[in-house]
């Protein structure tokens, strides 16, 4: 420990010494002062996830050959903790291997996919990782998916068969008319359930189906093949079916455990969907691919949160979207701060209430990470920066191929120089996240989507040179000059207004302190006779508790006059996805044409108050006879 602080302090004593007689050079050294220890721990942590998954890659490793060897190594130890059952490693092995073992002879080509649709429980991933091994790709589904929807994921997958849960027996019911040539299977909890006619009851096929291995099928599956499909949340449209290689799975929950972390000894609560890449790779995944035990719970509860991270002595915890901000409305009780949780990982902690959050439940680390289901480029916060959702050291874009591209805030594409090629960000300046593809590294690729024309749409061809490729991930993010990185908007969500660029994740953060933190979302809509789009809210208030003069007040204090929303519209049900996110495509579709809707919309009129939109007003606004 000696010689290491003597080895540092010298460090520190030459950069000084640098400092002091460089004069014009100061501004680097001083930023390489700033970060070094950073980059230093993130450099080290990233060639472990590199050499980690150069090894598996080189082994022709799965997520289920991986697996399969925590298994024979430690059969007794606690993989995972659902609803008080424990499940070992040994257990699991079995369950997969059933699955395996049954659907192995149904299998027509290597690669054929089925469509998962069950609630979280750890039979949920038994079942496509049994699949995986038996050569099939599992297509999971969204529970809360209906009628054309549900029935759009599934072709979009080219699904052969469905699984699902005897809880949502209902929604595959009204539509398998509509797949007639899909085999059905059931899946019941308890096995007094009913089996729907003409399904093949599940449960009854696996108690007379042997657990032994399929070393076989083990051994047709590499580490590049197809294992799963997760689909975008579907915000702005349909949902799209996202393809994850067995080595991309193993690259998002390695570079978690790494660049975090994490322990083996660990214990993670995962409440969040396990259809998710949040919930089902980087939280469930520690205990396919890393040894630690994860409690699961079937849905999450801002309630029962730090009481179930007590009770079962959890060290590590996960959260996705909004569930902070849930979790900050709850009354305050003994369970803040008489939890373990000594990590927090997750991504979508508003900057806002980063500190209070922090400083109530005295969590010790806040590991906010950014990244895209199918994207290739990534961010991870490994040292508590406050508001950011990660760092790309300033001399690092040979090691992590990363940039910010300046592009047109009303059309989302980028900005092309002189030279017909893109113009980097400079410190400060927004612009699209993208990651150069390089399919020959796990960090760099990017597999795309089932919809071969949806994965060529996210393609940025020719940005710093003839030939080459960047992933798009659609994001405006801004980086400061000691190469943090900060969420700002998504393309299409920043609009115009009276000429100015207008954020409405900005706004979003102000009103929902303005309105103690209830669910909020901004969006831009057309008005005929103006240009660019007026600033729409709409806001969440089943009790009928939101204070429209408190609302107008608080926008005009924290506000300038172009950003402030014209129209509120107080919803009364939540148009949301599973992963907590408000649908704003919808939203923004609806508009605020007061004849078409049932919830009650407010325009903010000249005295600064929000006044009840009638069908008259919005007549006189459509005229112009009311200036904006």
Known sequence: MIEFQTIFFTLIAILLG???????????????????????????????????????????????????????????????????????????????????????????????????????????????????????????????????????????????????????????NEIRDKLPDLKLYQWSERSDSP?????????????????????????????????????????????????INNLRYMLMTCGVYSM?????????????????????????GQALLRGITVVLRRRFSASKFWSDCTHYECTVGQ????????????????????????????????????????????????????????????????????????????????????????????????????????????????????????PNKAVNDFSGYADKKASEKKIIRDVFKKGDRVFNSGDILVMDELGYFYFKDRTGDTFRWRGENVSTAEIEAVISNVINLKDAVVYGVEVPGNEGKAGMAAIYDPDKSLNLNNLAEGVQKSLPKYARPLFVRVLAQLPMTGTFKLKKKELQQDGFNVTNLKDPVYFLDTSGTYVRLSESLYNEILSEKVRL
């Open 18 to 172: 640098i400092f002091i007689f460089t004069g014009s050079r100061w501004k680097f050294f001083y930023i390489l002062y700033r970060t070094l220890p950073r980059d230093l721990l993130g450099a080290f942590r990233f060639l472990k996830i590199n050499a980690i998954l150069w090894i598996w890659e080189t082994r022709r490793l799965t997520v289920a050959r991986v697996f399969t060897n925590l298994a024979n190594a430690h059969p007794d130890k606690i993989a995972y903790i659902f609803e008080d059952k424990e499940w070992t490693y040994q257990e699991l092995e079995d369950f997969s291997n059933r699955i395996g073992r049954f659907f192995r002879p149904k299998r027509g080509t290597k690669g054929d996919s089925i469509a998962l649709v069950m609630e979280g429980r750890v039979e949920y991933i038994g079942t496509w990782l049994g699949l995986s091994k038996a050569g099939y790709v599992t297509a999971l589904v969204n529970t809360n998916l209906r009628g054309d929807v549900l029935v759009h994921s599934i072709k979009a997958a080219e699904c052969k068969a469905i699984i699902f849960g005897s809880e949502l027996k209902d929604a595959i």
């Open 195 to 243: 089996i729907l006619d003409g399904v093949v009851d599940l449960n009854s096929a696996l108690d007379n189906t042997e657990p032994e291995p399929l070393k076989v099928d083990l051994e047709l599956s590499g580490p590049r093949d197809k294992l799963i499909y997760i689909y975008t949340s579907g915000t702005t449209g349909m949902p799209k079916a996202a393809v």
């Open 260 to 284: 975090l972390g994490l322990r083996s000894t660990d214990r993670i609560y995962d409440s969040l969907p396990l259809y998710h890449t949040a919930g089902g790779v980087v939280g469930a």
């Open 319 to 438: 959260y996705i979207g909004e569930i902070c901000r849930y979790l900050m409305t709850v009354p305050p009780s003994s369970y803040d701060t008489s939890h373990k949780v000594r990590l927090l990982y997750g991504n979508g902690l508003r900057p806002q209430i980063w500190e209070p959050f922090v400083k109530r439940f005295q969590v010790k680390q806040i590991g906010e990470f950014y990244g895209a289901t199918e994207g290739n480029s990534n961010l991870v916060n490994i040292d508590n920066r406050v508001g950011a959702v990660g760092f790309v050291p300033k001399y690092a874009s040979a090691l992590y191929p990363v940039a910010l591209l300046r592009v047109n805030e009303e059309t989302g594409q980028p900005i092309r120089g002189p030279n017909g090629f893109c113009i980097p960000c400079k410190p400060g300046e927004p612009g699209v996240f993208v990651g150069k593809i390089n």
